[in-house]
Nanobody, 129 residues
């Protein structure tokens, strides 16, 4: 049974940093090649933040480029999201997800969310204005 468990969320002042972790179990990098982070703010659609495939290929949303860094430890089935220079616009529930994606579809584009079969429960990130 595949499980994804997020940790590391919280409340931080604007300009601060947080590091999210997502520990996966019940699968290997060869069976679920794409892992990443999505977020959903109140009243908004869920959006891709950053995803990474088992070969460390990245896809990062324009809104977080230069501020957020995604990394992955295949041996531990764990994916991380280092978030720096946080702003109130980053306030959202952050979800870890994993899936087996067709070639070239491990990306943050909305149409590729369908390939992320497994989702965590989410961890809240709040940056007060």
């Amino acid at each position: 049974q595949v499980q994804l468990v997020e940790s590391g969320g919280g409340s931080v002042q604007a300009g601060g940093s947080l590091r999210l972790s997502c520990a996966g179990s019940g699968y290997t990098a060869s069976t679920l090649d794409c892992m990443g982070w999505f977020r959903q703010a109140p009243g908004k659609e869920r959006e891709g933040v950053a995803v990474i495939n088992r070969d460390a290929g990245l896809s990062v949303a324009d809104s977080v480029k230069g501020r957020f860094t995604i990394s992955r430890d295949n041996a531990k089935n764990t994916v991380y999201l280092q978030m720096n220079s946080l702003t109130p616009e980053d306030t959202a529930m952050y979800y870890c997800a994993a899936g087996l994606t067709p070639l070239g579809r491990c990306s943050v584009r909305a149409e590729n969310q369908q390939f992320f079969r497994y989702w965590g429960q989410g961890t809240q990130v709040t940056v007060p204005s």
